[in-house]
């Protein structure tokens, strides 16, 4: 298949209505949304949302998030929506965060691979609000990586993994966060993170009174969250921020293999004379995190020291600790 690639940046008409018609015809398309590249399909097609787990060779028990172009679209594939939940909706979307509602009978059964649930997302970017808007429809889309790679963050990271497998991706430049989106349980009276991410257990705590940090970073809620995600081709190394670890990380450093340093910008003068990737300022880490990776790829490395720091947030430190060589355990 010929993979065309559009510049929503220079003609987002062009761009979305393309993408629109192509999702209306039980196609698939990749996108950009505020977080990360999604790889798109009409969430009431079955055979459409199967072209989804072929291309991105996704495990068929990892359900798919729905993304709706605003909240009007809301009582369409979600029901059963409680005075928390509304509230946390109103607060938080569009943007980067997913609810787990009750789903309708509308959503086709692969989207959530048979639970009773469904996420849904309201993506604030305006390039996936416009293809939402115009294709009219509920679009289920997970990141648009091969499965277990990291997810992309620019379309040509979406090219590399899926170039020859999906008919379209938009290109709408550099994703504003770099990282998937918080997934939050808003069923019960409590919520439950599912997935950290840029909407913080302080933000939500703050409008819901309550919340539950059920995943911690390593336990197994999410069904997605078992399988070793965002992983490189090089072999990951993550490293703590102890006087200890920094002499272990560069004693590591000369395994013989071809190695790089990733830390963040503060950082810098610690790796003076090795190979390093900065990742900017450590609280920034997340808008580099996934580029990171993948440059160092890129760049054939064939180990990845990572120079974790507790500035660089609990969304970090999830992905990359499944990233970890030794995190088959994690
Ligand atoms: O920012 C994002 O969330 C991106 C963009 C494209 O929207 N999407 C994304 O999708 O990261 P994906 O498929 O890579 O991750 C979705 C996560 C998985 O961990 C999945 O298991 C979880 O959401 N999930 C989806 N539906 C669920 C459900 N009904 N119950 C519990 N977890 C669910
Ligand atoms: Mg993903």
């Not at 019960?188 to 997935?195: A, F, N, S, Y």
């Not at 004379?273 to 900065?278: M, S």
Request: neutral net charge.
């Amino acid at each position: 298949m010929d993979t065309k690639v559009i510049f929503a940046l220079k003609d987002m008409d062009e761009a979305t209505k393309e993408g629109a018609k192509l999702l209306q015809m039980g196609e698939i398309v990749v996108f950009p949304t505020e977080t990360v590249y999604g790889l798109g399909a009409n969430a009431l097609n079955e055979n459409a949302v199967a072209k989804i787990f072929t291309a991105k060779g996704r495990p068929q028990d990892n359900p798919l998030i729905v993304h709706l172009s605003g909240k009007d679209k809301l009582n369409t594939v979600a029901k059963d929506i409680s005075p928390t939940a509304k509230k946390l909706i109103d607060a938080f979307a569009p943007g980067a965060i997913s609810f787990i509602l009750n789903k309708k009978e509308e959503i086709a059964s692969n989207v959530t691979c048979g639970l009773d649930s469904v996420a849904i997302r309201i993506p604030s970017n305006i390039i996936a609000k416009n293809l939402l808007l115009r294709a009219n429809l509920p679009v289920a889309a997970p990141s648009a990586n091969i499965s277990g790679r990291p997810s992309p963050t620019l379309a040509k990271h979406a090219y590399e993994d899926l170039c020859g497998k999906v008919p379209l991706i938009i290109d709408g430049g550099r994703c504003d966060i770099g990282l998937e989106s918080t997934v939050v349980d808003v069923r019960g009276d409590v919520p439950v993170i599912l997935r950290p991410g840029k909407v913080t257990a302080q933000d939500i705590e703050k409008i819901a009174g309550k919340v539950d940090i059920g995943s911690k970073t390593k336990e197994i809620i999410s069904p997605g969250t078992k399988y070793k995600h965002y992983a490189p081709k090089a072999d990951v190394f993550v490293f703590y921020e102890t006087k200890k670890e920094l002499e272990k990380l560069k004693a590591m450093y000369y395994s013989g293999k071809k190695t790089v340093v990733l830390c963040s910008q503060d950082y810098k003068k610690e790796f003076e004379g090795y190979n390093t990737i900065l990742l900017g300022e450590s609280t920034e880490a997340e808008y580099s995190l996934y580029k990171a990776l993948r440059d160092a790829d890129e760049q054939n490395y064939q180990v990845i020291l990572f120079y974790l720091q507790d500035a660089m947030g609990v969304a970090v430190e999830n992905r990359i600790l499944k990233a970890d060589k030794r995190g088959e355990k994690n």
